[in-house]
C-alpha cells in the first residue's frame, strides 16, 4: 500500500502541474482560490502528520498562481521526505491532530494519506468545471490519463 500511495501523490504533483498550465491562461479567480484551498489542505495535513500545529494555516488564502506553485514546490518536497521516511507498518500508525473547528480526532498514517490524495482530486474536478463555465479550456487530469505518460 505504501508504494501505492507514494503513486497517488506522483499523480497529485502531475496534476498541480497541469492545473498550473490551466490557470496559466484562464482569468478564473475562483478557480484560483480553489487550488490554494488544495494547496492549503496539503500544507494542513503535512503539518499534521510532522507533529506540528496546523491551527494557524489558513484553509482559504488568496494566493496567486505564482505563490501556488511555491508553496506546491515546497509541499511537494516536504511530502516526499515524508513518504520516503515511512515503512508499510508506519501506514497504521495512528496520529491525534485537532481539526478545523478543534475537535479532536485520532487517525491512522496511511488513511490520512488517502484522504489528501483523494481531496485534491474532488476539488480539481471543481476546478475543471469553473474552467468551463467560464469558457476556458480545463485540463484533463484523470489519473489514467497520467498512468499512460
Not at 491562461?25 to 496539503?42: C, D, P, S, V, W
Not at 471543481?126 to 463555465?133: F, G, V
Amino acid at each position: 500500500m505504501l508504494d501505492k500511495i507514494k503513486r497517488f501523490f506522483e499523480y497529485d504533483n502531475w496534476a498541480l502541474t497541469q492545473e498550473f498550465a490551466a490557470l496559466e491562461n484562464a482569468n478564473n479567480r475562483t478557480a484560483l482560490e480553489m487550488l490554494a484551498h488544495i494547496l492549503a489542505a496539503k500544507e494542513i495535513w503535512l503539518a499534521r502528520l510532522n507533529g506540528k500545529d496546523s491551527s494557524s494555516i489558513n484553509t482559504h488564502p488568496k494566493l496567486s498562481l505564482d505563490e501556488c506553485r511555491a508553496l506546491a514546490t515546497e509541499l511537494n518536497d516536504g511530502y516526499r521526505k515524508f513518504l520516503c521516511s515511512l515503512n508499510k507498518a508506519d501506514l497504521e500508525t495512528t496520529i491525534t491532530y485537532k481539526n478545523t473547528k478543534g475537535d479532536e480526532f485520532t487517525t491512522p498514517i496511511g488513511e490520512i494519506l488517502t484522504h489528501v490524495a483523494f481531496h485534491s482530486a474532488y476539488h480539481r474536478g471543481q476546478i475543471a468545471l469553473l474552467l468551463r463555465q467560464a469558457d476556458d479550456p480545463a485540463i484533463n487530469t484523470d489519473f489514467i490519463t497520467f498512468t499512460r505518460l
